[in-house]
């Protein structure tokens, strides 16, 4: 459903991480690459639905084209009523490289202090890139209020590239975002409080 009158109004709304996936579950890198929501990330999605049902009704909802992603924002716009998620690639998580598929423990192993020390290998892409993407799909949202269901590390860093500070983005949990006259500005962190608290995901990746 979209409300009339939203044409030329400047864009808000939240973009939050997807759900659990099988392999956030197992500590394997996952990037670019995809694996399905578990049932606990399900029960996430749905819980998350409920908390932003009391929220004003968001014109559109805008999914990373990843399956994790996509199946978090199914949940979310049935749970609403709202119509089907249109999906964009430059959602997607980061492209972790070499590390994509591999356990933490084999990363570990395999490049020893990289993770605590927070190298990467040459073939991860670049910040840089995943928050030019970010910014790019976020001026072109057009006006309204909107859900973005994207990752946790590309929330990562579009925050930390306006405050120099990277936090850890659970489950559902993100960032409020508002474009006025085509600045973008990244504001509050948001939450449902959908998934419950954990330690810090070296990997940084989601």
Known sequence: RTRPGTLGRDADGPAAAHGQSAWT???????SLDAPLTSLGRTQAEAAAARLASLPAFDSVVASDLGRAVETAEIITRRLALAVATTDRRWR????????????GEIERDWPGWLAAGRRPSDFEPRERVVARAESALADLGGGRHLVVTHSGLIRALVGSRSGVERRVPNLDGVWFQVTEGEITVGASFTTDAAPPAGEDRLQEG
Request: net charge positive; no cysteine.
């Open 25 to 31: 579950e197992r500590r394997r890198g996952q990037g």
């Open 93 to 104: 998580e980061a492209d972790a490289g070499a590390w994509q598929g591999r356990l933490v």
